[in-house]
């Protein structure tokens, strides 16, 4: 039989379910990118607090994209079971907070009427780099980008975030209803700033009036969220169904590590969120360099490396002794960059180092290697920029970049496939050939992408001259011996 609430009374006694009679939630939340990540950190947080008694911050979740969520999660009303998975321990939840799931795309004004709830005071968000369509090379919104050419056409029907977002606060607006907070909990510079900053402009292109009102109005806190959250695989699935008793099309996998730090900017209310663990603070800036670059920059050269080495997983990549020494020369170059403590930062690391070998988690190097070029520019340019500028050794990052790039050219080191899932190289007519071109006519095609280095870094003679030193090593020796050639 299938999880649901009509099945919820046969669960084992040792698994953990609601707690709470979902017939008693009402939505206070609406979630833009109902993905898995967000089901394994925020949706779990928010159901600590339905269980609490916080009964109206249940979750209206949307996918702008795809049906497949709410197709897995609908015949099961909205549960589904997060897996905290370490070592040879799976702690099994039920969830319960998803009250409703919609495809923007099918219905795209049941969002926005869902959205102009009054009910409705916070929307978050996890749609990826790429979902706010801004250049992360200048921080602006990318106003050629097809989405948001189609919803300033027909803001009726938006297909973007931003589209959405905009048409519901103007709607609110007109109706005389408050404005929801808008909580980014993506891995983007700032998050909130940035969100507020292209949004805005989205406005403006709308209507002058609409922008003030957003700048004036409309609060957008920024966060830092951290949990590895790998992609569920079949093999998940029946271990999930082998415990519950029950199936359950989509469950999630996670760390039992969860880390929540949120700008306490909520003019129209929040849960009590502090009680399930997370922080609130006044600049989530520290952490959120904490995070990004120790983390999110290391994630991203592993997955370079694991992709090259045939590593395929991040716990396999971490197991190679000299891999893992590079990690930690990366981490000594980048922690000066950071403005908390080193004290802080150097715990983070080892508790890094702990996640990273819990191979239980099974997360893969091709997972974390989707998209990179949306991220690399926050996790690894932009310690790069600041220890080039300030005269700090950076070559650990230097050649986590030529990894990238080498990572990029289509094959590993053993010559087999390497398939990109990334949209920059759908669109790129400059992509080299790497198997023919020279490490410098490469490096040169790849600094002319200034999404990723900007106008700045292809000037910089130093950076490109061991940008190119390291590819020619990696390409002409293989990643992991390069790696050693660094460590011994």
Known sequence: MRLSDQTLSQLDACIRGP?????????????????????????????????RGERDWGIVGASLRSPETRD?????????????????????????????????????????????DPAIRIVTLTITEKGYAVDLGTGTLRRDH???????????????????????????????????????????????????????????????????????????????????????????????AAALGLEDAWPVMGEPFGQWVIEDVFPAGRPGLEASGVEFVADVQPYEHMKLRLLNGTHSTLAAVGRLAGLETVADAIGQPDVRAFIERYWTSVIPTLTLEPARAH????????????????????????????????????????????????????????????????????????????????????????????????????????SVFGEDLPRHQAFVAALEEHLATIARDGVLAAIAARVA
């Not at 799976?90 to 409703?100: K, N, P, S, Y």
């Not at 004036?216 to 079949?234: K, L, N």
């Not at 300030?390 to 990238?404: D, E, K, S, Y």
């Open 146 to 240: 097809p989405d948001i050419q189609h919803d300033l056409a027909a803001p009726q029907a938006p297909r973007s975030a931003l589209g959405f977002l905009a048409e519901a606060i103007a709607r609110r607006r007109a109706l005389g209803l408050r404005p929801f907070t808008i909580l980014s909990c993506d891995n983007l510079p700032q998050n909130g700033r940035t969100l507020r900053r292209v949004l805005t402009e989205f406005a403006g292109l709308r209507s002058p009036d609409l922008a003030a009102y957003v700048e004036e109005a409309v609060a957008c806190p920024s966060s830092m969220v951290d949990r590895i959250v790998p992609a569920t695989t079949p093999d998940d699935r029946q271990m999930v």
């Open 19 to 51: 707690g709470y009679d979902r017939s008693t939630i009402t939505p206070g939340i609406v979630h833009l990118g109902i993905g898995a990540f967000y089901r394994a950190h925020g949706a779990a947080y928010i159901d600590a607090c339905l269980a």
């Open 347 to 450: 715990a983070y690391t080892r508790q890094l180092l702990e996640r990273y070998d819990n191979a239980a988690l099974r997360h893969r190097t091709a997972q974390i290697a989707m998209d990179a070029s949306q991220k690399l520019p926050q996790r690894i340019i932009a310690a790069l920029r600041e220890c080039l500028a300030r005269g700090l050794p950076c070559q650990p990052l230097i050649f986590a970049v030529a990894a990238w790039i080498r990572s990029c050219g289509g094959l590993s080191d053993a010559g087999e496939a390497l398939p990109l899932n990334d949209p920059t190289f759908q669109a790129w007519s400059g992509r080299p050939d790497q198997r023919a071109a020279t490490p410098r006519e490469v490096v040169q095609a790849f600094l002319a992408l200034t």
């Open 72 to 116: 897995a999660l609908a015949p099961q009303d909205g549960l589904y079971t997060l897996a905290l998975r370490e070592s040879e321990r799976t702690q099994l939840r039920v969830v319960g907070a998803l009250q409703e799931i919609l495809v923007a795309p099918e219905a795209p004004g049941r969002l926005l009427d869902r959205l102009s």
